[in-house]
């Protein structure tokens, strides 16, 4: 079944800022985090007029957000048509797969190379994340599945780094988005996150490195399947 864009769902308007770049930044992170999480979808119609009176705010500032996400490819302008949010670019997903493997295999790496790491965080995530793939809640589920991926890198000590992952894997979490449902139920990805705490504990180099990265690269086995409900969402 084809997805095609729908009405476009209205933004939170935003808390008064104390100045304009505050304004822009306010802006650019509202819109990056529903282009994120497919509130607003690929091909979704967007304008400075209609987004600005969403969010209640002035014109300007929507348009420096906007050309902002122009430039990180998430929004294309069609001279005389109007701008439109961006497809997922099938390359720019492969590309933050091999970053984020790439990092957070260094992360376990470093996380149980001065002794065992305390999993007691870490397990409390994968436990949440069992109840809430059980409870078939998607936004609990994503979250949870965030937040103990983040944890290696605070277990490493280099927390900031996740924030590295995270700016470069916006087209990536909108395909994993699109995916999330068959996640929900794909009971392997619960037993890999399991096998990720138990590696920490055990600190057990191979099994960690095996672990991530076969977890990481699991989305772009259903890219396929996913590309041809969705044709219109993506792009090379």
Do not use: C
Request: hydrophobic content about 45%.
């Amino acid at each position: 079944m084809t997805n095609t864009p729908s009405a476009i769902p209205a933004l939170q308007p935003l808390a008064t800022p104390r100045s304009r770049y505050r304004i822009s930044d306010a802006v650019f992170t509202t819109l990056s985090e529903s282009i994120r999480n497919l509130q607003l979808p690929p091909g979704s119609p967007i304008s400075e007029p209609g987004i600005a009176a969403s969010l209640q705010v002035s014109r300007s500032p929507v348009r420096e957000a906007i050309t902002r996400l122009v430039d990180l490819g998430l929004v294309t302008v069609v001279p005389q048509v109007g701008s439109r949010i961006a497809p997922i670019s099938i390359r720019e997903v492969e590309e933050a797969v091999f970053i984020r493997r790439a990092l957070e295999t260094s992360a376990f790496q470093q996380a149980i190379a001065n002794g065992t790491p305390d999993t007691t965080e870490i397990q409390a995530h994968v436990d949440a994340n069992v109840a809430a793939a059980g409870a078939g809640d998607l936004d609990a589920y994503f979250d949870t599945d965030e937040l103990l991926h983040q944890t290696v890198f605070k277990l490493a000590g280099v927390p900031r780094l996740w924030d590295v992952v995270r700016a470069t894997k916006i087209q990536l979490d909108r395909l994993r988005r699109l995916n999330l449902e068959a996640a929900l139920t794909n009971g392997e990805l619960l037993v890999e996150h399991q096998q990720l705490v138990d590696a920490l504990a055990a600190r057990d180099l191979d099994l960690g490195t095996r672990v991530i990265d076969q977890h990481s690269t699991r989305v772009l086995t259903d890219t396929v399947r996913l590309r041809a409900a969705n044709p219109t969402f993506f792009a090379e």
